[in-house]
């Protein structure tokens, strides 16, 4: 192992348990310093001097402060694409990546699209969306203007076609518009749930994307699926990212709304987490 690593692991030892601290130093220095795994294994080959060391010292002060590693790197890997990411917009996960692939499975084989993302934030939705539909019309909206510009580089860094635009689901109006399908996973953790959350989450990811009242956890899916009634097309679907507390209340919100042949799917760890519904 490079000495390096122990050093990063040692000075983190304090904050994280000590595998993690080690996943962490290992991360570090393969995504911000760009070791390979023989240099990461190999000895004293490599080092990091100067300049760059100082950018090693500042990033294990964020990590200290529990800044996720996302952030402190600046970027995440979605559905085989890198995305830069920052403290306007939330982590992309890995059950996101699951509901992309279910669109994609359902809509690779048809004719183009035209795809509607609501709440876009870092752009990983549409714009793999893009990438993996050829033909898809993407258009992703947001109501932060930060976001929106981390978005758009993400586009330009993946050399996908996305439209953004800058608006308020709360306000937004009908218009002509309509859609094959329209995707989003809004804000749906109840002010309740804080109490459960990492540090790392709760500190530092924007709560705006994160939280809804505890009064009304549905409030976000039902404005959209209320948009969906009049802007799907004829056989077009809409599909969610859900809190796993409240699929059976989800799939009855969209019951009452019209919509049909309603799917409730659990993410890889068991946990009711996306929804279809047809138009």
């Known amino acids: 192992m490079h000495p390096i690593v122990n050093e990063i692991r040692n000075a983190l ?44 010292n500042e990033m294990i002060a964020r990590l200290k402060k529990n800044e996720p590693i996302q952030y402190v790197i600046g ?3 979605f559905c085989g694409w890198t995305f830069e990411v920052n403290e306007n917009v939330l982590i992309p996960r890995p059950e996101t990546q699951e509901l992309v692939r279910w669109i994609e ?18 752009g990983c939705i549409a714009i793999s969306l893009s990438k993996l ?4 019309e993407v258009e992703a909206w947001d109501i932060s203007e930060g976001a929106l510009r981390v978005a758009r580089r993400n586009a330009d860094r993946n050399e996908a076609q996305v439209f953004f635009r800058r608006v308020d ?26 109490q459960d959350m990492d540090a790392n989450v709760l500190d530092w990811e924007p709560h705006t994307a994160l939280f809804v009242p505890d009064a009304d956890p549905l409030f976000f899916y ?6 969906g009634v009049s802007m799907l097309n004829e056989g077009g679907a809409l599909y969610f990212e859900i809190n796993r507390a409240y699929g059976e209340e989800t ?25 279809k519904a047809n138009r």
């Open 169 to 194: 689901v709360l306000k937004a109006c009908t218009e002509d518009c309509r859609y094959d399908v329209i995707v989003s996973n809004p804000p749906y953790i109840t002010e309740s749930e804080k």
């Open 251 to 275: 799939v009855r919100m969209l019951e009452g709304l019209g919509y049909k042949q309603i799917e409730l799917r659990k993410d890889n760890w068991g946990n009711d987490r996306m929804i």
């Open 13 to 56: 030892r304090e904050h994280y348990p000590d595998s993690e601290a080690l996943a962490l130093a290992k991360m570090l220095l393969v995504e911000a310093f760009g070791f390979s795994t023989l240099e990461l294994y190999g000895g004293k080959d490599k080092e990091i001097s100067g300049k760059r060391l100082d950018v090693l």
């Open 75 to 77: 970027a995440e890997v």
């Open 133 to 136: 539909l050829e033909g898809a």
């Open 222 to 227: 039902r404005r959209i699926a209320e948009l």
């Open 105 to 122: 499975a359902d809509w690779k084989s048809d004719a183009p699209c035209r795809i509607l993302d609501v709440g876009t934030g870092s």
